[in-house]
């Protein structure tokens, strides 16, 4: 039988039990599917953290490299300081797997509440992708003078041509695929005048020479939050730096219902690719069985597809999708869904499979 080999990092808070969900759910589809899962787990973390001081070791990088794909629950530990699992684990997993491009649909489905009045789920179904290996993420900077009144702390904004246009190939591929075949660049070029116009020039030259059935727009970051919040209908694609994708994607996360629902992949289409939420680890709700697992048990979907199962995935969003449509889940808030994450995840994985 088909197999796939799967790195499982279900990491801190609400992460392990969002999950085991995650994992019945691919488990059923596949063996409807006749394919199956063989998964390996690894305990990086907060807790591994606080016992070892470590947080993720470049052998273990080494030995991520032998899968395709990795599903990750959630890293943040509230005894570990900011910064520290962060950096050391999620970056540098993203980073060191080179995994740049970070693919976050923003999806209203029926029955879902959003806070946008009026809107509906015709009006927000767009994707935004990251750029995920450049940017202000890098580290590149430092600080003169620390803690005195002179104090300076500079941090670089850094994309080099290559990454921009393997970024931009992704993108233009994704809205190719897509009904509407459009891609809105979002930037700050009139202030970020160096990486802006690098991003502007490789949007308009591959564009213009590679795809031109995709109508090519462009927003401002700034104005784009105030479109995905008045407008949303006019997305089918964005692609944006790394930053500005990172607050864009809480914005969208909210528009489609919030954290409980909103999935994200990590992907380095010709090496390993990794699926988490794109919520935290909401240490308050650990062990109750009330946080929500629909948005890793989407993003086990989207593994799915990067896998190339795509009938597989189909039948994840479906079974969600119903479960939503037809109020068997109440809400997507931990702790209202009318019943536990381990019933959803029964749910899904009964729906999915049948
Ligand atoms: C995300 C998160 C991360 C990021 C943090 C935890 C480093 O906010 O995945 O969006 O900024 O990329
Ligand atoms: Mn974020």
């Known amino acids: 039988m088909k197999t796939y080999q799967v790195a499982v990092v279900p990491g801190d808070g609400t992460g392990p039990e969002v999950v085991r969900e995650g994992l019945k759910v691919l488990n059923a589809v596949a063996a409807k599917e006749g394919f199956k899962f063989e998964t390996q787990h690894y305990d990086f973390g907060g807790d591994r953290y ?39 684990i999620l970056l540098k997993m993203r980073f060191a797997l080179e995994q740049y491009i970070n693919l976050r649909p923003v999806k209203l489905f029926p029955g879902v509440e959003t806070p946008l009045a009026n809107k509906k789920p015709e009006d927000v179904d767009f994707v935004v992708i990251r750029e995920n290996s450049g940017s202000i993420y ?29 970024c931009l190939k992704f993108s233009f591929e994704l809205a190719m695929k897509r009904k509407r075949k459009k891609l809105t660049l979002c930037h700050k070029t009139n202030v970020l005048v160096h ?41 089918d694609v964005i ?29 380095n289409p010709e090496g390993v690719s990794m699926f988490e939420p794109i919520g935290g680890s909401a240490p308050k709700y650990t062990n109750q069985n009330v946080i929500n697992p629909l948005a890793a ?9 990067q896998l190339g199962e795509k009938n597989a995935a189909a039948r994840i969003e479906r079974a969600v999708i119903d479960a939503l449509q037809t109020k068997k889940i109440k809400s997507l ?22």
């Open 50 to 88: 606080l016992k070892t001081g470590e947080t993720l070791p470049d052998s273990a990088v080494e030995e991520l490299k032998k899968f395709k794909v990795i599903y990750l629950g959630a890293i943040g530990h509230p005894d570990v300081k900011p910064g520290i699992l962060e950096q050391g």
């Open 333 to 354: 808030s931990a702790g209202k869904m009318g019943m536990g994450t381990t019933e959803v995840g029964d749910l899904i994985a009964k729906a999915a499979s049948a």
């Open 239 to 267: 692609v944006t730096e790394n930053l500005f994708g990172d607050i864009i994607t809480d914005l969208g996360a909210q528009i489609q219902g919030g954290m409980g629902i909103a999935a994200g992949g990590n992907i």
């Open 195 to 235: 990486c802006g116009d690098l991003w502007m020039r490789a949007f308009e030259e591959m564009g213009k020479a590679k795809y031109p059935e995709v109508e090519r727009d462009y927003n401002h970051v700034d104005a784009t939050t105030m479109w995905m919040v008045k407008n949303p209908e006019f997305y």
């Open 138 to 166: 890098t580290g590149l900077g430092g600080v003169e003078n620390k803690g005195t009144d002179r104090e300076c702390a500079i941090q670089i904004m850094k994309y080099t041509r290559p990454q921009v246009d393997r």
């Open 297 to 305: 048990i989407l993003s086990g979907a989207m593994l799915l597809d």
